[in-house]
């Protein structure tokens, strides 16, 4: 009796990859060439003019720009966008509409930190704020609050 499905279904052959990705890397292979490219071209223009030396010299012995190390973030925690740009922040509404929670999404880092500093700042009860560490979400128990 032959099986309804294969023993290995990993081994299934895949589909081809979206028109998006392949222009992607296309993009990325161009980009990489135009590079390889740019010291010949100067190479090949210095050398047409030959009082042109000085400038070859100095385009060929020039060290490329130093890159200053990225700065740490001063807060332990970030916070990541969505990929429209905007801030992970969702309001939910359950039990009817009778309970209002605010839900903070894509939190990388010390997530203790940033409840503790909304708790702060919103001036509300720490039973109402709850941190889950399994989905790194911050759960507030209201949708504002008015000071």
Not at 49 to 55: K, L, M, Q, V, W
Not at 60 to 82: K, L
Request: aromatic share 4%; with cysteine; charged share 20%.
């Amino acid at each position: 009796m032959a099986l309804a499905y294969p023993s290995m279904p990993f081994l299934r052959p895949l589909g081809l990859p979206r028109r998006s990705i392949l222009n992607h890397f296309k993009q990325l292979s161009c980009t990489a060439k135009a590079q390889r490219e740019i010291p010949e071209r100067i190479i090949a223009h210095a050398s047409v003019d030959e009082d042109n030396n000085s400038a070859l010299k100095s385009v060929m012995d020039a060290s490329p720009p130093e890159v200053p190390p990225p700065t740490a973030s001063p807060e332990p925690y970030i916070v990541h966008r969505t990929p429209s740009r905007q801030l992970p922040i969702y309001l939910d509404a359950k039990r009817g509409g009778n309970l209002h929670q605010t839900r903070i999404r894509k939190i990388e880092g010390n997530i203790t930190e940033l409840r503790n500093q909304l708790q702060q700042a919103l001036q509300i009860p720490p039973k109402d704020i709850a941190v889950n560490q399994l989905t790194r979400h911050i759960l507030i128990k209201v949708w504002k609050v008015t000071p």
